[in-house]
């Protein structure tokens, strides 16, 4: 059986984590932002110029 594994994490790095984790979220959703942005941009240069 896998055994369960605990950690100790004071109140301060645990802070530190959760920040580390909301700024990593917040490039992730602003890469994404950007992504779909840039989809629709070519796909309505396509729809422009191809068709």
Not at 1 to 30: C, H, N, P
Not at 36 to 50: D, E, G, K, N, Y
Request: hydrophobic share 55%.
């Amino acid at each position: 059986m896998a055994e369960q594994q605990s950690y100790d994490v004071s109140v301060g790095e645990a802070k530190e984590i959760l920040a580390d984790r909301e700024r990593g979220w917040e490039g992730f959703t602003q890469f994404l932002t950007y992504a779909i942005l840039a989809t629709v941009i070519v796909l309505l240069a396509l729809l422009l110029f191809v068709a």
